[in-house]
């Protein structure tokens, strides 16, 4: 007689499992190069973060196109819908570009040789401001795609850190037209790239655990 007994098989209809190991590698992994190359810059240890060709500036490019390769290869793993993989593919590429090539300091320091718009911070600063707002509508169509809660906690806090990034960027210019915000602490800014890095590897780790077969 077959035993009645409930098996550890999933209930049908239910997601596959995440791929588990993924992101504490991966987030051992960072955080292990960030502080090697701080280690191996003693006693200047903030020419790790703080360069545009230091070694965070150097991971956070990697780690971009390592997030639009991943999206691809998602779609072909069925893991992702087309529409949204194609997109994510391309908006990581685009910010791989500019990690690499300096564009949104390019349009900040030259832009007003093009528009007299530039007069205006908010326009200097456009790109950057633009890349919190369109982060925030396509990481709320991914949360939507993704199937469980850990891998979409893991996305929301990898976009919390980037916030913070954006914000450490930010205050020097904000600050001085609002004085009753305190100073940025100096520890703070120079971990800026740092926090990109963080934030860069915890979406990864997000897209990574999760499963095909969608």
Same mark, same amino acid.
């Given at each position: ?24 590698? +991966? /987030?051992?992994?960072? !955080? ?5 190359? @701080? &280690? %191996? ?5 903030? $020419? ?79 790109? +950057? /401001?633009?890349?919190? !707002? ?5 990481? @709320? &169509? %991914? ?5 469980? $809660? ?65």
């Amino acid at each position: 007689m077959p035993s009645l007994r409930s098996t550890s098989a999933p209930l049908l209809g239910a997601p596959p499992p995440p791929h588990r190991g993924v992101a504490p590698v +991966l /987030l051992c992994a960072v !955080v292990g190069f960030l502080l090697l190359g @701080a &280690w %191996l810059l003693a006693p200047n240890w903030e $020419r790790a973060f703080r360069s545009d060709h230091s070694p965070a500036a150097w991971l956070s490019g990697a780690l971009l196109l390592a997030l639009s390769i991943t999206a691809l290869r998602m779609v072909g793993d069925r893991a992702l819908p087309r529409w949204l993989g194609a997109w994510l593919a391309l908006s990581f590429f685009v910010l791989a570009l500019d990690e690499q090539f300096m564009l949104h300091e390019l349009w900040k320091f030259r832009c007003h040789e093009w528009t007299d718009a530039c007069r205006w911070s908010a326009v200097r600063e456009a790109p +950057l /401001l633009a890349v919190a !707002v369109v982060g925030f509508g396509t990481l @709320a &169509w %991914l949360h939507r795609a993704l199937s469980h $809660r850990s891998t979409r906690c893991l996305l929301w806090a990898g976009f919390a850190v980037g916030l913070v990034a954006i914000a450490v960027d930010q205050w020097p210019g904000v600050q001085p037209h609002l004085p009753w915000l305190p100073e940025l602490p100096a520890l703070l800014a120079t971990l800026e790239e740092a926090l990109e890095v963080v934030a860069e590897a915890l979406v990864l780790a997000a897209l990574l655990r999760q499963p095909g077969g969608r």
